[in-house]
Antibody, heavy 121, light 108 residues
Framework: QVTLRESGPALVKPTQTLTLTCTFS??????????VSWIRQPPGKALEWLAL???????YYNTSLTTRLTISKDTSENQVVLRMTNLDPLDTATYFC?????????????WGQGTMVTVSS | SYVLTQPPSVSVAPGKTARITCEGN??????VHWYQQKPGQAPVLVIY???DRPSGIPERFSGSNSGSTATLTISRVEAGDEADYYC???????????FGGGTKLTVL
């Protein structure tokens, strides 16, 4: 059974750095075709893709946020970490991680439950 | 930059057919995936690669993609289908995942 679970702080101050961890099970990020993305959703708004990392350690970023984002993986721990710098209240959102299994163009077939992050002083 | 346009809302009576569109320039040349999201829940994949259905998704859900429009069709709509629906593509020129703005399906 494939599962993903997001973890991180619920409250972050403006200008601070956010670090989110996606811990997964049931698959390996060393298997060709596997990838993990981060997606966020501000309250009442649409989904917004943030970043993707694949089995070959290729990384892709939302071009409007690329200067603030870093995605990395720890295959031994089955984790993917997203780091976002210079937080703003507009970054308040639920952050999801999701798996793709056919490379970067694949659908996200399994999602985590999401973690709500509030940016406020 | 590439944009996916969905109608903000679609309403349909129970038992009827709902069609949710996703428009984009030559979207027929891309692979489109569709997600259903109910309030307070994570999205669920309902159609992938234009028209394939994951296991566990009812046959009432189908998809098509041609020209500038991809369509998610839900036949014999039930109250439990009420949700937000999002289309998604991989935009190869920018190496970017794109989501549409979402469509709220209301079952009357």
């Amino acid at each position: 059974q494939v599962t993903l679970r997001e973890s991180g702080p619920a409250l972050v101050k403006p200008t601070q750095t956010l670090t989110l961890t996606c811990t997964f099970s049931g698959f390996s990020l060393t298997t060709p075709g596997m990838c993990v993305s981060w997606i966020r959703q501000p309250p009442g708004k649409a989904l917004e893709w943030l970043a993707l990392i694949d089995w070959d350690d290729d990384k892709y970023y939302n071009t409007s946020l690329t200067t603030r984002l870093t995605i990395s993986k720890d295959t031994s721990e089955n984790q993917v970490v997203l780091r976002m710098t210079n937080l703003d209240p507009l970054d308040t959102a639920t952050y999801f991680c999701a798996r793709g299994n056919r490379g970067r163009g694949s659908a996200f077939d399994i999602w985590g439950q999401g973690t709500m992050v509030t940016v406020s002083s | 930059s590439y944009v996916l346009t969905q109608p903000p809302s679609v309403s349909v009576a129970p038992g009827k057919t709902a069609r949710i569109t996703c428009e984009g320039n030559n979207i027929g040349s891309k692979s489109v995936h569709w997600y259903q999201q109910k309030p307070g829940q994570a999205p669920v994949l309902v159609i992938y690669y234009d028209s394939d259905r994951p296991s566990g998704i009812p046959e009432r859900f189908s998809g098509s993609n041609s020209g500038s429009t991809a369509t998610l069709t839900i036949s014999r709509v039930e109250a439990g289908d009420e949700a937000d629906y999002y289309c998604q593509v991989w935009e190869i020129t920018s190496d970017h995942v794109l989501f549409g703005g979402g469509t709220k399906l209301t079952v009357l």
